[in-house]
């Protein structure tokens, strides 16, 4: 079974604060992503990277970075955070075949506040 | 720019009673996937659709995407408890297996 993890379930910063969101698959997959859900959104792509050192932005990077040193491993950076950044983040991870989509897998998911 | 979108939001349906949700994309889509969220969960993928009006069945579950690739459906006859959550659409892009989300459709199952 894919598993996905990400390092915190709850998290509560403070304004300003530079904050490290992590994700790890395990399935030796290409493809990793950052969303964050929202009511009433859905998900909504923040950055995705397909190899390693590779990344891309999706709809919404503003706020954000990202960090990919390894195959394995997906970091997302809050470089300070503000209260508008509170919210469910998702990491997902996919087989990564271009001009294909392949399922993704999402790990549990890390709630921030930021107050 | 591209955008998914979903309806209804919400549907409450008795036990029993069948529920659909439709999904429509502003652009032809390469693909086609649904999603469940359990509450408190995290997204689970249920299937992807690719051909101009393919039809898929899983179960009670039917999935249809239209012929234009612009718009798709989730069909679940009887619903029951365990249906609850909340259902995705994603709809593929053409290149580097991004999908974009469309907002969901929150389903309650009243016993």
């Known amino acids: 079974d894919v598993k996905v993890t990400q390092s915190s379930r709850y998290l509560v910063k403070r304004t300003g604060e530079k904050v490290f969101l992590e994700c790890v698959q395990d399935m030796d997959h290409e493809n990793m992503f950052w969303y964050r859900q929202d009511p009433g959104l859905g998900l909504r792509l923040i950055y995705f990277?397909?190899?390693?050192?590779?990344?891309e932005k999706g709809d919404i990077p503003e706020g954000y970075s990202v960090s990919r040193e390894k195959k394995e491993r997906f970091s997302l950076i809050l470089e300070s955070a503000s209260t508008n950044q509170t919210s469910m983040y998702l990491c997902a991870s996919s087989l990564g075949v271009t001009g294909v989509s392949y399922e993704q897998y999402f790990g549990p998911g890390t709630r921030l506040t930021v107050t | 720019g591209q955008q998914v979108m979903q309806i209804p939001q919400y549907q409450h349906v008795q036990e029993g009673e069948d529920f659909t949700t439709y999904c429509n994309s502003s652009t032809t889509l390469s693909n086609i996937q649904w999603y469940k969220q359990r509450p408190g969960g995290h997204p689970v993928f249920l299937i992807q659709?690719?051909?101009?009006?393919e039809v898929k069945k899983q179960k009670r579950l039917t999935f249809q995407f239209g012929e234009a690739k612009k718009n798709s459906s989730l069909h679940i006859t009887a619903t029951q408890t365990t249906d609850v959550g909340t259902y995705f659409c994603?709809?593929?892009?053409?290149?580097?297996?991004?999908?974009?989300f469309g907002p969901g459709t929150s389903l309650s199952v009243i016993p």
């Open positions: 659709l690719v051909k101009s009006g």
């Open positions: 990277s397909y190899d390693v050192k590779m990344k």
């Open positions: 994603a709809g593929g892009r053409t290149s580097y297996d991004k999908v974009i």
